[in-house]
């Protein structure tokens, strides 16, 4: 008859950093501090081990054992501690445990091995097997069923937040995808979690960028946060990489989107603090070796490299709804359609597949539009009534156009969508059942095989789909 209660002085998951363990006798109402250690003490590494604890959970069969977690514990990294007689002493399990990650090599972040975890709210203990605990993490849900051997809890549930997505042409992978928190993945099965694991050198946290050159597809960028540099290129289609040879003073800060035009020699870097705040993009004509402002290039807007014509690049400025456009290279941008939608920096320019100046704006509920002439113009795509994300696929048997896939709505429903008529009309791809919450960030269609497409959620990884054949 034990009422045991987690304490913290913030909600979570970031920004706790003193907490406590209580236990409280509901035959009496005597409260009992119990709290395994008192955050603010020295860490190993001589900072201070602040923290709050998070989860917590009782075996049901055998009063006086029980289990509590740390929460936002960076220093000396978050544990589970144990109990078998009501809180008198505890046992830290991060301090025996031996964690396997083979199935999902990503959790390595890019070192040697695993870390126990961080983030740990989520906490529950098997009532009719007391060695069997599972405790969710900021990237997974860890087991255990001797109290010493972890491993991921999470075959065919993945709680990713996927921020871009590319189907190479060519190579051994037919995904290659930039996530929040875990970097970039290099996709060589659809049904695994990436051999590889995080791509490395450098190390990123979230993945802000990811583009390849249409016509030299073996060469990938990729920006990020991260601690030892934030763009890096990959001259082997994303399986390696290397770190550019610098990096503009903003990127540490305000890593943002980039793009590589068609025949890989120049490199357009945008920047985008956290906090929203723009700066001036960087222009590189060999290869990131050294930079140089754009001062004609929309602050903070994606940039947009043109499939077909090495000379062209596009970027939307969703502040004014006006269409910037380049035809030397990056050098300088200059104004083309105006009185777009604007206000909503969520908008998204994508541009088709081996076609110089084909461009297709998705505005959300203001509908889509597109510019056959490099964005001098556009017109609103009828029959169209939403569009969050939009790309490209293998056209269908005997169509000219690619395929085109988006997140929209050509009703009152936002699905996900594929039209093989150049955007006349529009299948529903997904049904009632397969609809994963947020999906409006990113969208691809394989263009090796006609009627696949990857869609990303914000929490449920990467799905695909393929035609019923």
Partial sequence: RELYVTYANGPGPNGQSDGSVHKL????????????????GTAADGSADTFGYGGVAVDARRPG??????????????????????????????????????????????????????????LALD??????????????????RDLRHWAPQIRGLEETAVRQLISPPVGRAHLIS??????????????ASPSRGMATNPVFGSATGLALA?????????????????????????????????????????PGPIAVNTDASVLIWSFVHWDG?????????????????????PKGATPVADPADATRFYAYDT??????????????????????????????????????GDLWLSTKTNGLYRSTDGGASFTKVAGCRASHVLGFGKAAPGAAYPAIYQIGAVDSLTAVLRS?????????????????GWTGEAIAGDPRLYGRVYVATNGRGIQYGDLLR
């Avoid at 006798?25 to 603010?40: L, Q």
């Avoid at 399990?93 to 083979?102: E, F, G, T």
């Fill in 178 to 191: 930039g996530l929040g928190d875990i970097g970039t993945m290099y996709h060589e099965r659809l049904t």
């Fill in 65 to 122: 054992t029980v289990v509590v977690s740390t929460n936002n514990r960076w220093a000396d990294v978050d544990t589970v501690f144990r109990s078998t007689n009501g809180g008198r002493t505890w046992t830290s399990l991060k301090d025996s445990a031996v964690l396997d990650v083979s199935e999902t090599p990503y959790l390595k972040w890019g070192a040697d091995k695993p870390k126990f975890g961080w983030w740990i709210q989520a």
């Fill in 25 to 40: 006798r509901t035959t009496s109402g005597t409260w009992t501090d119990v709290t395994p250690v008192k955050p603010g």
């Fill in 420 to 436: 093989d008529d150049g955007a006349r009309t529009w299948a529903r791809v997904n049904d009632d059942a397969h609809q994963w």
């Fill in 214 to 254: 249409t016509r030299k597809p073996s060469y990938v960028v990729r920006t990020g946060w991260g601690d030892h540099g934030n763009g890096a290129f990959s001259t082997d289609g994303g399986r390696t990489w290397a770190p550019f040879g610098s990096q503009p003073a903003l990127a540490k800060d305000a």
């Fill in 277 to 297: 705040t723009r700066y001036p993009a960087h222009r590189s004509g060999d290869g990131g070796a050294t930079w140089a402002e754009v001062p004609t290039f």
């Fill in 127 to 144: 009532p009719y097997d007391s060695k069997h605990i599972v405790y969710g993490t900021g990237a997974t849900l860890y087991g255990t």
């Fill in 319 to 356: 502040d004014t709804g006006t269409l910037h456009a380049s035809t030397d290279g990056g050098r300088t941008f200059t104004a083309g359609a105006t009185g777009l939608p604007s206000g909503d920096s969520q908008y998204k320019l994508a541009a088709a597949p081996g076609r110089t």
